[in-house]
């Protein structure tokens, strides 16, 4: 076999994050021949570095299908990876601290059973404190959903990769993607060790998304954001579930090891050029403000890490599922604008099925990368 | 503590008094800043407050440290003691704690003075209660004159063993044994560089000295240890290792509750990455270090690193690197030309690269052989999350290939310590596993705080615009 022969595949996927993976997985069940370049080493990026938390909660309505259907999959992770992910689906809670909280709580129960879903629920106080004994004694309420939880994010991604590759995917490290040319059937994918050719092409690039966009001269208005992250030592067990808040920042909980993952989606200073990050301190004192006004009793627990992950934002906060409106044979999937993690499993499942030509129930009108009419949008967001 | 400085100095120890000093006199306004209760550094530790009779016990170097001292008080800088630095950006924002309380401060120019850690070498056993490293032995002795009272084994590679060896002896401690474990090789990989080192003044006949005390004194000194191993239940009881003489190997055990090891120092780099600053693999000190220029300068713009904290050189080089970069640093904020700079930097230049001129021979003659470097399976790596060296290597094989990959995996490098312990082990055990170089892999990133902060701490952050 020649070189030229190995570098020519079904589909090629530019990013090796979740996103990238999980498509490459489902595209290598279906029976293809893919290859995914990762310009870093997969997990690199989001993927690698996020929270890990799986929630339906509070989603936005158009994100709810998709959603519902990724928790069908978490639940049974293990079938589809050979490993659980370190799965813990011990549900997650939205604290209201006033009653302006809870009546905005109450709407949202309203809006998700109106649109057919049981998955949130609102609890009182005293089932609150049931579930988190140490939250501070104000709250009132909570919207509440049971099967929801977290994975730990570079365990799954590992999980996604090895699924893949033991399925014939190739993920190339170390493979930045400089140029597309557009073949008869397909793309010609260079990267600085050599072109890869594919049919099909699929954008998974996270925070670079928009540059593979304006390769393929289909400008988005993306922008790149880096959600910052704290843990702490390790404590005692002390909560079971993943705690947020109606009218704050914050997602807080604790992970297998007794360390407690603090985030809030307060963005670092990031810099493109470099492909890094640096913590803003005056926002995590935000971060740890709210964690002392709801769990006093983390006052003297120390912060022994804080990190920032690079990740993709649209407007609307929904992100780009779509085949491409300019270039044939591609497919996008970015902007996951913080809470991509949860929905991977169905990504990939969806892009499988739309690449393979076979669509699924799900709908994707609102994900389409039209529903910005591209040059306004753009002119607008600057 | 909210009055903005233009140049800030973090460590006080040789390189950073020096540099403090040196940056006062020629006008600049400047802070020292270092987490110590009183100024000196390691080696002149505890100096201001020590009793005389302690200060003979170490030795001439405490009378160098006094003038150093001397120097600072005439000079002007402000001096903060108790106050820790956690964190350091590209624009010299400093995040310090100071008696509690946390804040933000931007400055000029910043100079790191923070020194040298001693490399961590994992072996079976060294988690152990009871074995512990030299140099924080040495600072109990210094700082509160505290001994080991069962006697001790001393092992590990170069000359801080004879140092404080005969230390200890002076004070009246047991000394069973120092374990040198450098092998014989090396003195052949350190005969070049011979010739260069008689130049280079004092230290080798020092170690002369030093040994010929200590055997006085009836301490066997073993050379070329290898199969270093702690036992014990929940304390060290024994030590365990093989000597190579001249007439071959031969198995030793000997009952001890205490074992101080020592494995040379590396530089404390953390600040530096924090700041997004470039390290570079050193193949002759077997570890990471910052990249600098002459002056100090790192790949951040405004952000220097003197002494030990830049390269080992020890505590005279440390004060011309210091005095070096406060030369660059008052030229950069136009206090003096950069003819003057050049000018004034002359002397110092050349004692240090006199000063320097022993380090090939010391970096080759207590070389870690590679049985040290890279542990087998069953050794834990990383202390903080209990890491192994076969998890590790598991870890390669699984196609996580470079140290960063292994710390997202396994933790490894995500404690308390944020890697100090296993940083270069890790770099070692990968490129071992993947047969490629150490230089090949890229340093663990840091995550601020470098130091833990309290949520509390964290959320009465002071900002210097407030
Ligand atoms: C701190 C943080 C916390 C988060 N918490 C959560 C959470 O709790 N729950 C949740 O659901 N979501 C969360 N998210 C969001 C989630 O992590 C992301 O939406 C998701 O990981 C995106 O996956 P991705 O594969 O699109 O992007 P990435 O993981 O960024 O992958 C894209 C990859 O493409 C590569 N690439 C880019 N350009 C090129 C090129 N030209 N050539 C080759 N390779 C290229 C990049 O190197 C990168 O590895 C969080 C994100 C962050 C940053
Ligand atoms: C454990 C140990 C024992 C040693 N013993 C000897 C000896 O006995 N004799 C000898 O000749 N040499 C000894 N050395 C070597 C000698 O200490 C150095 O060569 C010399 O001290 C280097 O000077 P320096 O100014 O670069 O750093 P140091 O003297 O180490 O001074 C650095 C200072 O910076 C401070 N600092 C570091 N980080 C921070 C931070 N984030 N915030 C605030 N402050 C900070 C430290 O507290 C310290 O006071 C020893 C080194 C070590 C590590």
Redesign the interface.
């Known amino acids: 076999m020649t070189n030229a022969t190995a570098k020519i595949f079904d589909t090629v996927i530019v990013g090796g994050g979740l996103m990238g993976s999980s498509t490459a997985l489902q595209l290598a069940l279906a029976g293809q021949r893919v290859v995914v370049l990762e310009k870093d080493?997969p997990?690199?990026h989001a993927s690698?570095s996020n929270a890990g938390g799986l929630r339906r909660l509070n989603r936005h309505p158009a994100e709810i299908p998709l959603a519902v259907a990724a928790a069908e999959m978490w639940r049974n992770i293990a079938a589809l990876v050979d490993s659980d992910c370190d799965v813990k689906l011990c549900g997650q809670v939205r604290v209201a601290e006033s009653t302006a909280d809870l009546e905005m709580l109450q709407k949202r129960v309203a809006l998700v059973r109106s649109l057919g879903y049981e998955h949130e629920q609102l609890i009182d106080r005293d089932q609150l404190y049931r579930l988190v004994p140490t939250l501070a004694p104000h709250c009132l309420g909570a919207l509440y959903a049971a099967g929801d939880g977290f994975a730990r994010p570079?365990?799954t991604l590992?999980a996604f990769?090895?699924k893949a590759e033991s399925l014939g995917v190739v993920f190339h490290?170390g493979h930045r993607v400089q140029a597309l040319e557009q073949l008869a059937a397909g793309w010609r994918v260079v990267t600085e060790h050599g072109g890869f050719t594919g049919r099909t092409l699929v954008n998974a690039a996270g925070a670079w998304a928009d540059r593979i966009c304006a390769l393929l001269d289909e400008p988005v208005p993306m922008t790149v954001g880096a959600p910052m992250m704290m843990?702490?030592?390790r404590l005692p067990h002390f909560l079971d579930l993943v705690v947020g808040a109606a009218s704050r920042m914050l997602s807080f909980k604790q992970m297998q090891?007794g360390t407690v993952l603090i985030g809030g989606a307060h963005l670092a200073a990031h810099d493109m050029a470099?492909e890094?990050t640096?913590?803003d301190?005056?926002k995590?004192?935000e971060s740890?403000?709210t964690?002392?006004a709801l769990f006093p009793h983390?006052?003297?627990?120390?912060?022994?890490?804080?990190?920032a992950g690079l990740e993709a934002f649209m407007p609307d906060r929904l992100p780009v599922i779509s085949e491409s409106a300019r270039a044939p044979g591609v497919f996008h999937a970015f902007g996951f604008s913080a809470h991509g993690f949860q929905l991977a499993p169905i990504i990939g499942r969806i892009l499988a099925e739309h690449i393979t030509g076979r669509p699924g129930p799900l709908r994707l009108e609102a994900f389409r990368i039209e529903r910005f009419n591209t040059t306004n949008a753009i002119a607008e967001s600057q | 503590m909210s009055k903005s400085a233009r140049l800030a100095v973090i460590g006080a120890g040789p390189a950073g008094l020096s540099a403090a000093t040196l940056a006062a006199e020629l006008g600049l306004d400047v802070v020292l800043i270092d987490e110590q209760a009183s100024p000196g550094g390691q080696i002149y530790r505890a100096l201001a407050e020590a009793p005389a009779k302690r200060i003979d016990l170490l030795g001439d170097d405490y009378r160098r440290g006094r003038a150093l001292l001397r120097a600072l008080h005439t000079s002007g800088a402000e001096y903060w003691p108790d106050t820790s630095v956690w964190s350091l950006d590209q624009n010299r924002t400093l995040g310090i704690l100071r008696a509690g309380r946390a804040a933000m401060l931007q400055f000029e120019q910043v100079i790191i003075a923070g020194g040298a850690m001693e490399r961590p070498v994992p072996f079976p056993g060294w988690t152990l209660p009871g074995v512990m490293n030299l140099g924080a032995a040495q600072i109990l002795l210094k700082s509160a004159g505290v001994v080991p009272a069962g006697g001790t084994v001393i092992a590990g590679v170069g000359p801080l063993l004879l140092l404080v060896a005969r230390q200890y002896l002076r004070a009246g401690v047991a000394v069973k044994a120092v374990l040198e474990i450098s092998p014989r090789s090396n003195m052949l990989r350190a005969a070049p560089h011979l010739l260069r080192a008689t130049a280079g003044g004092s230290y080798l006949r020092r170690g002369v000295k030093y040994t010929a005390d200590i055997m006085r004194a009836g301490v066997p000194i073993h050379y070329g240890v290898s199969r270093l191993r702690a036992h014990g239940d929940r304390h060290i009881e024994s030590v365990e290792f093989a000597s190579h003489g001249w007439r071959g190997r031969c198995d030793r055990m000997l009952a001890t509750d205490s074992l101080l090891v020592h494995f040379g120092v590396t530089p404390r780099t953390s600040l530096v990455c924090a700041a997004g600053g470039r390290l570079a693999w050193d193949t002759s000190l077997q570890c990471w270090r910052t990249q600098v220029d002459q002056w100090g300068n790192t790949s951040v713009d405004g952000i220097a690193v003197a002494g030990d904290a830049a390269g080992i050189g020890g505590a005279i080089s440390a004060e011309h690197s210091g005095r070096l970069a406060a030369l660059a640093a008052a030229s950069s904020l136009g206090h003096i030309t950069a003819a003057e700079r050049d000018r004034l930097s002359h002397a110092d230049i050349a004692w240090r690269r006199k000063d320097l001129r022993i380090r090939p021979f010391l970096n080759a003659l207590y070389r870690i052989p590679p049985e040290f470097l890279v542990p087998d399976d069953a050794t834990i790596v990383c202390r903080c999350e209990e890491i192994t060296a076969g998890q590790i290597r598991a870890a390669v094989r699984e196609g996580h290939t470079d140290p960063n990959q292994v710390k997202f995996l396994l933790r490894c490098g995500m404690g308390p310590c944020q890697g100090r312990q296993c940083a270069s082990s890790v770099a070692h055990i990968v490129s071992a596993t993947r047969q490629i170089p150490a230089a090949a892999c890229a340093p663990f990133r840091v995550r601020p705080p470098i130091s833990p902060l309290s949520i509390e701490q964290l959320a009465e952050l002071s900002m210097a615009d407030e």
Do not use: D, Q
């Open positions: 080493h997990g690199r690698g570079y365990h590992t990769r090895r490290s843990v702490t030592e090891n470099h890094t640096a913590i301190f005056t995590l004192r740890a403000r964690v002392r983390m006052k003297s627990v120390r912060i022994v890490r804080a990190w």
